[in-house]
């Protein structure tokens, strides 16, 4: 029996565009929410509750990712950039829709409490800040037990440690090049390095320069995507997310693809796992193979594998 010729991409674990997301740029971080929801969920032993459907919850919490983004939009964008503009939010607090909106974020998140009148910044962080990135939710969501892992919501980090998503350290691993030297009889001539090291700061943004298209290209690969399925209406995309990743949250990928009318073509699959989606660390890992196999044998299925997207470099100060 013949082969079969892949002819796809698999994009694991990435950010399609850099510029939305709220890490590194001044914008909505609502792409994170079901996120920081999923992970609160699984601290909080929901997900173990009977008659907790993951699906119908996710369906909710979009809708308020949807609300939320509107919001930042019309109301409370000024909060997060450069030179801060709080008129328009503390406006807002003022309206009874106020309290609806912090006692959901509350709700989903677990961070802050419910609000009281007369509460102000000191004393819920929504009300600091509505626009809270996934560093500031890995540090505020319990700081007894220490900070969220970056790369695995579901994991703790002594508050002192320095996360492994952001540790630009250079560590040489030796017992990788002995294994490979003295195991498979393979040397490298590269120079091995942990984690993400000095690669961040010296990572190549342009595009192809060769390739006109009319959309911004810089920090996205949506455009280059769009195109490629121009090219080649047979290529097959699957992305994968793990539910628990702050590094590259799966809503975003799901805005991302929906802005491009793109939904129809790329499905955007979601697990119980962090960032990578690795065997060990996913939920069921059996559907990560089932779809990865169902992608493998559409006809004619060169596979391009695009895995674990570097942190964004800061745009922000």
Same mark, same amino acid.
């Given at each position: 029996?013949?082969? *079969?010729?892949?002819?796809?991409?698999? #994009?694991?674990?990435?950010?399609? @565009? =850099?510029?939305?997301?709220?890490?590194?740029?001044?914008?909505?971080?609502?792409?994170?929410?079901?996120?920081?929801?999923?992970?609160?969920?699984?601290? %909080?032993?929901?997900?173990?509750?009977?008659?907790?459907? !993951?699906?119908?919850?996710?369906?909710?919490?979009?809708?308020?990712?949807?609300?939320? /983004?509107?919001?930042?939009?019309?109301?409370?964008?000024?909060?997060?950039?450069?030179?801060? &503009?709080?008129?328009?939010?503390?406006?807002?607090?003022?309206?009874?829709?106020?309290?609806?909106?912090?006692?959901? #974020?509350?709700?989903?998140?677990?961070?802050?409490?419910?609000?009281?009148?007369?509460?102000?910044?000191? %004393?819920?962080?929504?009300?600091?800040?509505?626009?809270? @990135?996934?560093? =500031?939710?890995?540090?505020?969501?319990?700081?007894?037990?220490?900070?969220?892992?970056?790369?695995?919501?579901?994991?703790?980090?002594?508050?002192?440690?320095? &996360?492994?998503? #952001?540790?630009?350290?250079?560590?040489?691993?030796?017992?990788?090049?002995?294994?490979?030297? %003295?195991?498979?009889?393979?040397?490298?001539?590269?120079?091995?390095?942990?984690? *993400?090291?000095?690669?961040?700061?010296?990572? &190549?943004?342009?595009?192809?320069?060769?390739?006109?298209?009319? =959309?911004?290209?810089?920090?996205?690969?949506?455009? &280059? #995507?769009?195109?490629?399925?121009?090219?080649?209406?047979?290529?097959? !995309?699957?992305?994968?997310?793990?539910?628990?990743?702050?590094?590259?949250?799966?809503?975003?990928?799901?805005? /991302?693809?929906? /802005?491009?009318?793109?939904?129809?073509?790329?499905?955007?699959?979601?697990?119980?796992?962090?960032?990578? !989606?690795?065997?060990?660390?996913?939920? @069921?890992?059996?559907?990560?193979?089932?779809?990865?196999?169902?992608?493998?044998?559409?006809?004619?299925? /060169?596979?391009?594998?695009?895995?674990?997207?570097?942190?964004?470099?800061? !745009?922000?100060?």
């Amino acid at each position: 029996m013949p082969a *079969n010729a892949l002819n796809g991409i698999i #994009l694991n674990s990435p950010i399609l @565009d =850099e510029k939305t997301d709220c890490y590194g740029f001044y914008v909505s971080c609502g792409g994170a929410l079901p996120t920081y929801t999923m992970v609160k969920a699984f601290h %909080d032993k929901s997900l173990e509750s009977p008659g907790f459907g !993951v699906t119908a919850f996710l369906t909710n919490v979009r809708a308020f990712a949807a609300t939320f /983004n509107d919001l930042y939009t019309s109301v409370f964008s000024g909060v997060v950039q450069k030179t801060p &503009d709080r008129s328009k939010w503390t406006a807002y607090l003022q309206k009874p829709e106020a309290a609806d909106f912090l006692n959901k #974020l509350y709700q989903l998140t677990g961070i802050g409490k419910t609000l009281q009148p007369g509460d102000s910044a000191a %004393d819920n962080p929504w009300i600091a800040n509505p626009n809270m @990135d996934s560093s =500031e939710f890995a540090e505020k969501f319990a700081p007894a037990q220490g900070k969220l892992e970056i790369g695995d919501g579901r994991k703790f980090l002594p508050r002192q440690t320095v &996360d492994p998503a #952001l540790d630009r350290t250079d560590i040489n691993y030796e017992y990788v090049k002995r294994y490979q030297a %003295d195991f498979i009889g393979y040397k490298a001539q590269s120079t091995y390095v942990g984690y *993400n090291g000095k690669i961040i700061d010296v990572w &190549d943004y342009e595009p192809k320069s060769g390739l006109s298209l009319s =959309e911004d290209r810089w920090r996205t690969t949506i455009p &280059d #995507l769009a195109y490629s399925m121009t090219l080649n209406k047979e290529l097959k !995309v699957l992305i994968q997310h793990g539910y628990y990743d702050l590094n590259t949250p799966f809503h975003q990928s799901e805005i /991302n693809i929906k /802005n491009a009318g793109l939904s129809a073509s790329i499905p955007v699959k979601t697990y119980g796992g962090g960032h990578g !989606v690795g065997p060990y660390s996913t939920d @069921d890992y059996d559907k990560v193979l089932g779809e990865l196999k169902a992608l493998y044998d559409q006809p004619p299925a /060169n596979i391009i594998a695009a895995f674990n997207s570097p942190v964004p470099e800061e !745009v922000k100060p």
